[in-house]
């Protein structure tokens, strides 16, 4: 069996060099690991994974937590990281830490501190002091998403993204906005609490009052709680702004349904800029979550490489996508 | 620090057992794991997931490789596969396959060949010879899901369930019914392949012309097609058989758009049960795939254990049920 030697020599780079390439952990270039893997691959060298880590001091893997991946935002990130990691060579362990399970205890009290992770991307988990704690005892790279009680936290502005969507509105002439999601069974995740948050302010600066419904974070939810506040003429806001597309696409259902126009009598913004979002014409702030997976791996990728050099986070910005789900009050 | 003995003496068991407990690869009792992972955590023992690895040559990780996790069954089964690993102790690597991407490419032949699981889960990836030929050169124990090309696969039975949507249209009066789904971009999966071949015997037998519409695997897909074919009334079918649930809702929204009553002037069955499906009133066959990621594990563990024992795989069953997109047709 041919070893590292050998595909060094073929690749005409250093042993060091080969062996970096080969781990996987992405601090050679693009060129170079192409030809190292090449020459590996036609002398047919594997290397043992368990070797290279306990040599290295690293696994070759980035763990990646997330309350579960069935929401969009969160199927989105995921691919966005895997796809870096898979273009650097590293392997993603996924850990789906669903809040209020078994499973989420689990993760933060036994699989975490087995570090078989190189660094961790957190995403959307707004951790809880204990769950902090356990994150920053690994002593390794961590990056967030979306997560809350993270520095350098890569997020779009959320205060600032419900302003917007609620100053589009008002700009229209609305004066009876509603603000749709969170609060559901009395929890607030922080991305939900800081655009409700942006969304009060700005009805409190024009003057009008805020009003909110609970509402889970998907798209059934959406449906449900807004044929609920939809069925009442009497209340029937003439605007509404949900905390994400998921809500506000349900919520142009349940509108329909109910035989109510939009956006003749129902004007609906978002957040997201959700794959349905064109199908249903829906106004939103539109973000990119699957840049900022890989925006994510790029930032942690260079905390591996030094860990004490500062990496300034560029913030994601959101782009207002006017579509037809929104206009000015009938009458 | 304390190690191994210290925590095998506590918890009252051997130490080959303390180990094969901490390891996570599942042999214990859950009462015996439990015990061990205490007495673990109670004298702050945390194993080296490298030296464990080395040491027992296992990984303590399950691979598992899916085209992507965006979709409604993928994510379902992936979280199923997670929550089970989890119980189990065990770690999750993720390979997400997009046919026809670098990245499949990449996972193919070099990931895969890194032996970083124990074994490995394959949902939906439809392999080519030469992608199944890695996999087997692997010699790890495999089980699939919903993937073509493997013996034992874990799935409903495809020809069957697009049998009974067909025969529940035919059994309500409806004679023009239409396949919506597959062939997208020339290409079917053998899912898609499998659910067009029920409806199309089905359809022979009741002396009925089978018709197909190609269309993507998502619901905007879904909704394009169905808003390109429900447009002209002269060849419009009364009933749709869609291959999945969510190209069946996207059809519903977009008939709804076109002011076509569901099911008054069409009826629609889909696949799945998908989390929308009683929201849009959708009859569908379906099925668990949580569940069905659950078995996967189930299974793997068990062929971990005695690699040449026969593990008997229970096929998943479909269930009708019945709700108010299906009706006889008008007139």
Redesign the interface.
Known sequence: MKGIADVARLAGVSKSTASRALTGTGYVSDETRLRV?TAA?SVGY??????V??ASGR?S?VGVIMP???G?FF??V??GI??SL??A?L??????ARVGTR?RD??F???L????FDGLIAVGIDPEDRELERIYALNRPVVSIASGGFPDDIAIDDVDVARRATEHLIGLGHHHILFLGGGDGGRWSHVERHRFEGYQATMDAAGARAEHAQCGE???AG?AAAADLLSDLRTRPTGIVAVSDEVAI?AI?AA?RLGIGVPHDLSVIGVDDH??A??FSLTTLAQDPRAQGALAVEVLLERLADPDAPVPVVAPQARLIVRNSTAAPAG
Chains 1, 2 share one sequence.
Do not use: H, K, N
């Not at 501190?113 to 078989?116: E, I, L, M, V, Y």
């Open positions: 893997a691959r594997v290397p043992s994974a368990s070797a880590s306990l696994t893997t579960g991946v069935t969009w199927a989105e995921l691919e895997q796809e898979l273009e060579g392997d993603l362990a996924l850990y789906d499973g689990r993760i009290d036994d699989f501190a087995r570090q078989r998907s798209l059934p449906y349900g259902i329909r794959e349905y064109e199908m």
